[in-house]
């Protein structure tokens, strides 16, 4: 399963679980859910308005522009 929503999610985003993993990751991950919550809150009928414009780099992966309406 992929997107958001996925579970489980294994993702590595603040490390693999070693000796260095992320020490703010509880804050972060808290202070994410209260954005995305607030978005949702304010814009309820948010949805995608196209594909996303992905960044080209064989290094990092991401999105440079995702555009939506409300
Ligand atoms: C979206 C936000 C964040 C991401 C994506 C992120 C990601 C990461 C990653 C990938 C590492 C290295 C993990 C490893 O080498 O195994 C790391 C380490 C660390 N992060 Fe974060 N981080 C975030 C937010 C924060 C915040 C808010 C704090 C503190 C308030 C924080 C404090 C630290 C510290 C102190 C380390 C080093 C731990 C060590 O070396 O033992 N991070 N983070």
Same mark, same amino acid.
């Given at each position: 399963?992929?997107?958001?929503?996925?579970? =489980?999610?294994? %993702? /590595?985003?603040?490390?693999?679980? #070693? =000796?260095? %993993?992320?020490?703010?990751?509880? /804050? $972060?991950?808290?202070?994410?859910?209260? @954005?995305?919550?607030? @978005? $949702?809150? $304010?814009? =309820?009928?948010?949805? /995608? &308005?196209?594909? =996303?414009?992905?960044?080209?780099? &064989?290094?990092?992966? #991401?999105?440079?522009?995702?555009?939506?309406? $409300?």
């Amino acid at each position: 399963m992929s997107g958001i929503t996925r579970d =489980p999610n294994p %993702h /590595l985003g603040f490390g693999g679980g #070693g =000796p260095h %993993h992320c020490l703010g990751k509880s /804050l $972060a991950v808290l202070e994410i859910d209260l @954005i995305f919550d607030a @978005i $949702a809150d $304010a814009m =309820p009928g948010l949805r /995608l &308005a196209g594909d =996303p414009r992905r960044l080209r780099s &064989a290094w990092v992966n #991401g999105v440079n522009e995702l555009r939506v309406e $409300a």
